[in-house]
């Protein structure tokens, strides 16, 4: 690898040095980004709740950039350059959390001066939200319906539904270290929901018990879990701030809302690095 390439052996392109041919609100299109708000009411709190949804989908689009470069590595076998990009994933996922503490600044009266105004959005629907825990290898097609009237989100979901996962590339890696991945498991149809299976979480246990020779598989399982913990305490906050804020009423989008939010933390990414913990 030389001076000119990264990790992967790419190019790297030069840095172009334009001290008077670009402005900081020029460089992150400010214009575009601060009128992209537009409160349906003229309910003071509904710009935070725009703006928070908003943030996390900026958010989302770092998280999939990220997560698609970490994939792309481990496919190739890359396994330690891939740690990086998953331990920043976690890090934005804590950021993400975190901000439902401002949501719930938001009282229920508060809130429901302008709910009717959200018509029948809901974060539900959120495209690259499902694209994440589609690529982490939670696949249900049902929510491409929700996206026919965005044809490039759709296709994109649609994509990640028929692409192997990070985890359905990981196994692959571990059959490639010389561990015992069952052939049903890697010749699976990757456009289905992944069903834990025993040999997995043997050939993990192997791994768990000796850290030392399977270090590099060792690592990537803890930032795999790293994520999927993450993504659970996400889930948890949103419960909790959906509860104080609404109660148990229906969800905007049509769901049970709290109801529906508490049956998601039963959804494991990667079942078999929770499981194998019992047998340790």
């Not at 710009?47 to 590595?73: D, G």
């Not at 990009?85 to 439902?100: D, E, F, G, N, Y």
């Not at 249900?140 to 028929?162: C, G, N, Q, S």
Request: with cysteine.
């Amino acid at each position: 690898m030389t001076a000119n390439t990264d990790i992967r052996g790419q190019a790297i392109e030069t840095a172009r040095h334009e001290p008077d041919g670009i402005t900081y609100a020029g460089y992150l299109s400010l214009d575009v980004l601060l009128s992209a708000q537009n409160p349906r009411s003229s309910q003071h709190d509904e710009m935070l709740f725009v703006i928070i949804h908003q943030t996390k989908e900026l958010w989302l689009k770092q998280i999939l950039h990220e997560v698609a470069l970490a994939q792309s590595l481990i496919r190739d076998g890359d396994l330690v350059p891939a740690y990086k990009s998953l331990a920043r994933v976690s890090r934005i996922q804590s950021v993400m959390t975190q901000s439902w503490d401002i949501l719930a600044t938001m009282t229920p009266a508060d809130y429901l001066k302008f709910r009717g105004d959200l018509g029948a959005s809901s974060g539900f629907q959120s495209d690259q939200f499902r694209r994440l825990e589609t690529m982490l290898g939670l696949k249900d097609p049902r929510f491409l319906r929700f996206h026919v009237e965005r044809p490039e989100a759709h296709a994109a979901l649609k994509a990640a539904m028929e692409a192997p996962s990070v985890y359905d590339d990981a196994l692959r890696q571990m059959k490639l270290h010389g561990l015992d991945i069952p052939d049903e498991v890697l010749n699976r149809d990757v456009a289905t929901q992944y069903e834990p299976h025993p040999g997995v979480e043997a050939a993990w246990l192997e791994v768990y018990r000796d850290t030392q020779k399977w270090w590099p598989l060792y690592q990537l399982a803890e930032k795999l879990v790293d994520l999927d913990d993450a993504l659970l305490t996400w889930r948890h906050k949103h419960i909790v701030t959906v509860e104080r804020i609404i109660g148990r009423k229906t969800g905007t989008g049509g769901t049970d809302g709290v109801g529906y939010l508490v049956e998601t933390l039963k959804r494991r990414c990667f079942p078999e690095l929770w499981s194998l913990r019992t047998r340790l």
